[in-house]
């Protein structure tokens, strides 16, 4: 039941974040869409935001799936342009309201998440420590979060396929070189 339960609160913030700006919208707008109680919505979470969180969470991580690796984290960043997309009205009204950080800080951790596993895969063979490798993740976590910023900044306006194309150009094998660069400064010392 209670997976029903949140799927409905969800549901219903994401009705309303159809016509609503996140900051103008009242728990109650949440619980008297789908038929439940103020106490329904905080006995599963926080708050709204909490709730938007999770929305974020599972859809994002679904839509995520296994495009994790070296050879799918394009697919994988596709499919996070493209969820942003189909949801465009809900993001628009999330990314403009007050509260914009809840959406970049789910980015950012789910970008951070994809290149982690393109990273230590990459470097399963090399020695870097892990210091290391999260300075490279970090680098392409600021760098791709900053693209999908601008992109809903800027409207969600270009192709989301044309997107991972340029981002393929500019770095394409740089997580790689990255790598050896610190594992060459690791065996100088």
């Known amino acids: ?17 159809q016509t609503i700006p996140l900051a103008k919208i009242t728990v109650n707008d949440i619980v008297n869409e789908c038929g439940l109680t103020r106490r329904t ?8 935001y909490d709730l938007l969180e999770w929305i974020f969470k ?14 799918t984290w394009q697919k994988g960043f596709l499919a ?25 800080n789910h980015l950012h951790n789910e970008i951070f998440n994809l290149i982690l596993e393109v990273v230590n895969e990459l470097a399963k063979d090399l020695n870097v420590s892990e210091e290391d490798k999260k300075h490279v993740v970090k680098f392409y976590e600021i760098a791709l979060v900053g693209t999908i910023s601008d992109w809903i900044r800027n409207n969600m306006t270009e192709d989301p396929k044309k997107i991972i194309d340029n981002l393929d150009k500019i770095i ?6 990255a790598l050896l660069k610190y594992e060459k400064k690791g065996k100088s010392n």
């Open 80 to 104: 996070i342009l493209i969820y942003l997309s189909k949801n465009r009205k809900e993001v628009l009204n999330t990314y403009n309201s007050i509260d914009r950080d809840c959406l970049e």
């Open 41 to 48: 919505l905080y006995y599963y979470f926080r708050d709204i």
């Open 172 to 177: 394409g094998g740089d997580i790689y070189r």
């Open 58 to 71: 599972t859809e994002l991580k679904k839509v995520l799936g296994k495009n994790k690796t070296y050879d």
């Open 1 to 17: 039941m209670s997976e029903i339960t949140k799927k409905a609160l969800a549901e219903s913030l994401k009705k309303q974040l």
